[in-house]
C-alpha cells in the first residue's frame, strides 16, 4: 500500500553537492517519520538521517553537518541536502517510512523505496 519513489542522484566530484527527494504515499504522511539509509558496495544498510512528524531531526555521526534532512507535508515527499560530498558516500540511498495506514486500517506501517544511486568521483 506504500509507495516511496526516491529521485536526485547521480554523479558528482568529491566536495560537491545532490539533493535527494522521495515522494510518498500510502500512510498519513503528517504523522510519519521519514528515514534516508544508505548501502554502499559491500557494504550493511546503515542509517543516514531521520526526520520526525513534528520536525525533529537527527544523523548519522559520518555525515553530521554535511547533510541535512527535510519535508514538506503538502507534497508528501521528504529530502536529504547532502554538501561536501566525499568518495566514502558513494552508495545506493533508500527512503524509509514509518507511519499509519492512511486507508483506515490503523495499522502501522514501514516500507523502504527502491534507492537512488549517489557516485562521488574524480
Known amino acids: 500500500q506504500v509507495q516511496l519513489v526516491e529521485s536526485g542522484g547521480g554523479l558528482v566530484q568529491p566536495g560537491g553537492s545532490l539533493k535527494l527527494s522521495c515522494a510518498a504515499s500510502g500512510t498519513i504522511f503528517s504523522l510519519t517519520v521519514m528515514n534516508w539509509y544508505r548501502q554502499a558496495p559491500g557494504r550493511e544498510r546503515e542509517f543516514v538521517a531521520l526526520i520526525t512528524s513534528g520536525g525533529g531531526t537527527s544523523y548519522a555521526d559520518s555525515v553530521k553537518g554535511r547533510f541535512t534532512i527535510s519535508r514538506d507535508n503538502a507534497k508528501r515527499s521528504v529530502y536529504l541536502q547532502m554538501d561536501s560530498l566525499k568518495p566514502e558516500d558513494t552508495a545506493v540511498y533508500y527512503c524509509?517510512?514509518?507511519?499509519?495506514?492512511?486507508?483506515?486500517?490503523?495499522?502501522?506501517?514501514?516500507?523502504w523505496g527502491q534507492g537512488t544511486q549517489v557516485t562521488v568521483s574524480s
Open positions: 524509509n517510512a514509518n507511519g499509519p495506514d492512511d486507508r483506515g486500517s490503523r495499522r502501522y506501517l514501514n516500507s
